[in-house]
């Protein structure tokens, strides 16, 4: 593996990604808590077969 240097070009994406990410962040801290009361999710325990049937399963050492 070796470094080099970012050019110009590349460095100003990098710092405006960065810098992007925390204007979003700044955003998100004002969006009320109650507006996402609205959304309503099935949170049901799944069985072991949808357990190991879900996409996540494939990362999990214990399904493989």
Not at 23 to 34: L, T
Request: charged residues 30%; proline residues 3%; glycine residues 6%.
């Amino acid at each position: 593996m070796r470094c080099t240097p970012l050019s110009w070009n590349y460095f100003f994406v990098c710092l405006g990604i960065g810098f992007g990410s925390l204007i979003n962040g700044v955003i998100i801290k004002f969006i009320p808590a109650r507006w996402f009361e609205r959304l309503n999710f099935k949170e049901e325990k799944m069985s072991d077969e949808e357990e190991a049937e879900a996409f996540t399963s494939k990362f999990r050492k214990s399904y493989r």
